[in-house]
């Protein structure tokens, strides 16, 4: 197994390369990976010949390598940078071995925020709605053929918006960020929808921290994009 320190550089060389800062530097990043490492349920401690074809390809492709926690399938490095996820373990609904990660600096949003608005600019590509600390945007990916989806939302927040970083959950997610204005910003998400098999559901957490200039405070928006793939012999069917 490699040491922390080199999984570290590789992990920082890995998110340069995916354009989103991931804090690396960051002690609850350092304290999770350390807890991550030795764990039963990281694919790199598991024996090839008992991950699946489909992890290994997701682990190869996907992830470029770096391990995979087959409790919740997600990559362990881009799950470790999110403040607000919890270890894979909560997902089978066991006891997470290490949980959110917010300091006193930081605050999530709730619905009760009136200040901060999402419009959604890709309409026909999904709904997007509030939900608790942030927002979630449901899309239905097209059968068959469709291999990409982007959308795009608008965040506004009246007491000022400056983007401090923006990760995501899934490595097959190209993320960007761009400033409007002082008060909000448009984010572009990218996803690949390869991995979706027909009636199946992949979910996407991302996290955009911003600092409001008027109130001096740090924020946390939860962003969940949850597509589903119709299963396409029952919609014929039903057709
Ligand atoms: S997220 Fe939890 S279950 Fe998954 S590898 Fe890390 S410690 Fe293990």
């Given at each position: 197994m490699k040491k922390i320190s080199d999984r570290l550089?590789?992990?920082s060389?890995?998110?340069?390369?995916?354009?989103q800062p991931v804090p690396v530097d960051q002690p609850y990043f350092k304290e999770r990976i350390a807890i991550c490492d030795p764990c039963e349920w990281n694919s790199a401690n598991i024996a090839p010949?008992?991950?699946?074809?489909?992890?290994?390809?997701?682990?190869?492709?996907?992830?470029?390598?770096?391990?995979?926690?087959?409790?919740?399938g997600c990559c362990i490095p881009l799950k470790a940078g999110l403040r607000d996820s919890v270890c894979g373990l909560k997902s089978k609904g066991k006891k997470p071995k290490w949980d959110t990660a917010f300091d006193k600096h930081s605050k999530v949003y709730g619905l009760a925020n009136?200040?901060?608005?999402?419009?959604?600019?890709?309409?026909?590509?999904?709904?997007?709605?509030?939900?608790?600390?942030?927002?979630?945007?449901?899309?239905?990916?097209l059968p068959v053929?469709?291999?990409?989806?982007?959308?795009?939302?608008?965040?506004?927040?009246?007491?000022?918006?400056?983007?401090?970083?923006?990760?995501?959950?899934c490595?097959?997610?190209?993320?960007?960020?761009?400033?409007?204005?002082d008060k909000s910003c448009k984010l572009t998400y990218q996803i690949?929808?390869?991995?979706?098999?027909?009636?199946?559901?992949?979910?996407?957490?991302?996290?955009?921290?911003?600092?409001?200039?008027?109130?001096?405070?740090?924020?946390?928006?939860?962003?969940?994009?949850?597509l589903e793939r119709e299963d396409y012999g029952q919609r014929s069917e039903e057709l």
């Open positions: 550089k590789q992990v060389q890995i998110f340069r390369a995916y354009s010949e008992k991950l699946s074809v489909a992890d290994k390809n997701k682990i190869k492709v996907f992830f470029k390598g770096e391990p995979m926690c087959t409790a919740c009136k200040s901060l608005i999402a419009n959604n600019l890709t309409p026909d590509e999904g709904v997007l709605s509030p939900m608790d600390g942030g927002f979630k945007y449901k899309v239905n990916v053929d469709s291999k990409m989806v982007e959308l795009v939302i608008k965040i506004t927040d009246i007491h000022g918006f400056s983007l401090i970083n923006q990760i995501t959950s490595g097959c997610t190209a993320a960007k960020a761009e400033a409007i204005d690949s929808t390869l991995k979706i098999l027909e009636g199946g559901k992949l979910d996407i957490f991302a996290n955009i921290t911003y600092g409001r200039r008027l109130r001096k405070t740090q924020e946390v928006i939860k962003i969940n994009i949850e």
